[in-house]
């Protein structure tokens, strides 16, 4: 029997990325059941203590990038370069889960920007993760004020539901672009906003 699937590679390494408050440390905690003392810092970058999940999994848990400041998306631009010269694959950088929060008007930023632009040069896939759905519904609910308070609480829920999937696929997607046609992406949302 043929079957045409790919055997990752083992153990898988995943590099996490994105901006300071995206969730990025708090997935890892909560997908991986993980405590605070092992997503804590040490003098070295978070980004080269690796955290292994079983003999399967490495994640790589970056520094949050700051508007303005470069000094962590240098290095994490340098742990990918220095990853993917790397002779033994497994040592490779397999995955960037890269984190959006969606509770800003303009989520995509330069420094997403740059990452893409790095992931595609090095030929590392990519997921988008975004996070903080709730307040995006909320950044759409006040701008919807006027038509919500016409409506019935179930209603105006709905609409807002609606109008904030539409402004998702209209205004954000479409700034994924560069990733590929159709990028792989992921929304997570949790009662508190993550």
Known sequence: ??????TLPRPLRILLGGATGTGKSTTLARVFELG???????????????LKYGSDLIMHDSE???SGVDDELKIFRHFVLDRCQAVDFKDRVHLIWFFVAL?????????AQKIFELALE?????????????ALEALVRGRMTNVVSTLSPDAAAEEVKQKTISDFKVHI????????????????HDEDGT
């Open 1 to 6: 029997m043929s079957t045409n699937a790919t």
């Open 36 to 50: 605070n003392q092992e997503l804590a810092s040490a003098k070295e970058p978070k980004v080269h203590q690796p």
């Open 64 to 66: 949050g990038f700051q």
């Open 103 to 111: 509770n800003t008007p303009r989520p995509i930023t330069s420094g």
């Open 122 to 134: 090095m030929r590392i896939p990519i997921l988008v993760v975004f996070t903080k759905w709730r």
């Open 173 to 188: 997607l479409p700034q994924l672009a560069p990733l590929g046609a159709r990028p792989p992406y992921i929304v997570l």
